[in-house]
């Protein structure tokens, strides 16, 4: 079955705990990405990665790493957490085939819901 | 800034239809309109694209204005089941995606 998996669903930490939280996907898809979503504010984009090795900033990329070393994998970095990450984070991918070809539909992750402490 | 602007809200009766608008008046020439709907903390869910003409899937239809400024989602036969809340976004050389609020969309029994 074609899918994004995050894990984990549900995280409770506290501030400045390094966490990972990890995202793949099995559809061969070069393009991945990962938004947090906040009360009233909408899917915002954090990351995103054109293809291995390959990652650029989205809207709101303060206090994140990303990593592109696989294909299929796309890891969510926190260094230090605060409270003001808190929030339900989604990783989606697609492909990319460069300009719009009409094929670029994103596939969503469940998400994972992040209290920090 | 979104690249879209959507109502925030509306209400739709069950078993009519519901007309979702959008705007899009910055759209670029290779850029697809994409629709996805999140239902309640759910991942986005896919429903339905196009690039000019319109587009009918088994899940709704898309209307593109002819000057590709603005487009309308339709749900046939609104369900309860349809009640989230429904993104427009714009989508053309594959980098930045821009989601926005999005439409929260209200089906009354």
């Known amino acids: 079955e074609a899918q994004v998996t995050q894990n984990p669903r549900y995280l409770i930490t506290v501030t400045g705990k390094k966490l990972t939280v990890t995202c793949s996907q099995n559809?061969?898809?070069?393009?991945m990405s990962w938004y947090r979503q906040d009360p009233g504010l909408g899917l915002r984009q954090i990351y995103y990665s054109m293809n291995v090795e390959v990652t650029d900033k989205g809207d709101v990329p303060e206090g994140y790493k990303v990593s592109r070393k696989e294909k299929r994998n796309f890891p969510l970095i926190l260094e230090s957490p605060s409270p003001n990450q808190t929030s339900l984070y989604f990783c989606a991918s697609s492909l990319s085939t460069g300009w719009g070809t009409g094929k670029e539909t994103q596939y969503f992750g469940p998400g994972t819901r992040l209290l920090v402490l | 800034d979104a690249k879209t602007t959507q109502p925030p809200s509306m209400d739709c009766a069950e078993g009519r239809a519901a007309n979702l608008p959008c705007n899009h008046s910055t759209i670029s020439g290779n850029e697809y309109v994409y629709w996805y709907r999140q239902i309640h903390s759910q991942g986005p869910q896919y429903i339905i694209h196009?690039?000019?003409n319109n587009e009918t899937n088994e899940m709704a239809s898309l209307i593109i204005t002819e000057d590709r400024k603005s487009s309308t989602l339709i749900l046939p036969h609104a369900t309860l089941r349809d009640t989230a809340v429904y993104y427009c976004?714009?989508?053309?050389?594959?980098?930045?995606?821009?989601f926005g609020k999005g439409t929260r969309l209200h089906i009354l029994p």
């Open positions: 976004i714009v989508r053309g050389w594959v980098d930045k995606i821009i």
């Open positions: 559809m061969n898809h070069e393009y």
């Open positions: 196009g690039l000019k």
